[in-house]
C-alpha cells in the first residue's frame, strides 16, 4: 500500500512540474511578443528621430513614390531596417536577461550555446559522411 502512494505522489509531482512549464512557456510567449512590440515601436521613433536630425526633413512615408529621389527612399529603407532589427536583438536580449535572472534558467525552447554547438558539429559530421558517399 505505500509502494501506491508512492506512484500516485510521484504522478502528481509530474503533473505540477508539467503545469508548471506549460504557464512558464505562455509566460515567456508573452514576454517575447511584448518586447517585439515595444522594440518595433522604439524603432519607428528612433528612426524617424534620426532622419529628421541628418536630413532636417520629415522621413518619407511613400518610398515607393516617384518624387521622392530613389538614394533617399533607399537610405531611408536602410536606415529604418537597422534600427528595427538593432531594437529587436536589443530588447529581446534584456528580456531572456531578465526572464534568466527570474527563474534561473534559458527561457522555454531556447537552448544553451554548448547545446548549439555540439548540434552543429553533429550536423556538420553528417554532411560529411553523406559527401563522402559521393
Known amino acids: 500500500m505505500a509502494r501506491g502512494s508512492k506512484q500516485s505522489g510521484d504522478a502528481k509531482l509530474s503533473k505540477q512540474k508539467q503545469k508548471q512549464k506549460q504557464s512558464g512557456k505562455g509566460t515567456w ?3 517575447d511578443r511584448g518586447a517585439k512590440l515595444t522594440a518595433a515601436v522604439v524603432a519607428g521613433r528612433v528612426s524617424a528621430i534620426t ?3 541628418a536630413t532636417g526633413k520629415q522621413p518619407p512615408t511613400a518610398t515607393q513614390h516617384p518624387d521622392l529621389r530613389t538614394s533617399e527612399a533607399v537610405i ?6 537597422a534600427t528595427i532589427e538593432l531594437s529587436k536583438v536589443i530588447v529581446n536580449r534584456k528580456a531572456v536577461s531578465y526572464w534568466v535572472k527570474s527563474t534561473g534558467h534559458l527561457p ?3 537552448k ?3 547545446e548549439m554547438q555540439k548540434a552543429g558539429r553533429s550536423k556538420s559530421s553528417k554532411r560529411r559522411k553523406k559527401s563522402d558517399l559521393l
Open 112 to 114: 544553451s550555446l554548448e
Open 76 to 81: 531611408w529603407a536602410a536606415l529604418a531596417g
Open 29 to 31: 510567449k508573452l514576454m
Open 51 to 53: 532622419w529628421r536630425a
Open 108 to 110: 522555454p525552447g531556447m
